[in-house]
């Protein structure tokens, strides 16, 4: 399944918002909950990171015929992680306002 160019940053910034979510949730009020969401965050990067280097390596040293479609992946630009941050802090407010609501008598 392809996505169109422009939407991918704004799934991933979907994405995003509610784990960083979870994890600043479970930093404030001191559950347990941050522990297995600082791993499954760090886990993912990593996981991505190994990846992309593996890739880029193989491409450099082993494949000169791979260099081609490597030369044509996008590079993330600023205004696509702008957007990704932008969809990051839609999501993450609106899954906040559905539970706590506009009220802020719990947090005074």
């Known amino acids: ?10 799934i991933m910034g ?9 994890m600043l949730h479970g930093a404030m009020t001191g559950n347990g909950v941050t522990g ?6 760090l886990g993912a990067h990593v996981a991505i990171a190994a ?3 593996s890739g880029a390596v193989f491409t ?7 260099k081609h479609v490597i030369n044509r992946l996008h590079r993330p630009s600023l205004h696509h ?3 990704m941050l932008a969809s990051a802090l839609a999501v993450s407010g609106a899954v906040h306002l559905v539970a706590y609501g506009f009220s802020i008598q719990g947090v005074v």
């Open 60 to 66: 450099a040293r082993l494949s000169p015929r791979a």
């Open 14 to 22: 979907a994405v995003m918002g509610p784990m960083m979510m979870w």
């Open 51 to 53: 990846v992309v280097i």
């Open 36 to 41: 297995w969401a600082l791993a499954a965050f």
């Open 1 to 10: 399944m392809t996505f169109p160019h422009s939407t991918k940053p704004v």
């Open 81 to 83: 992680a702008a957007v």
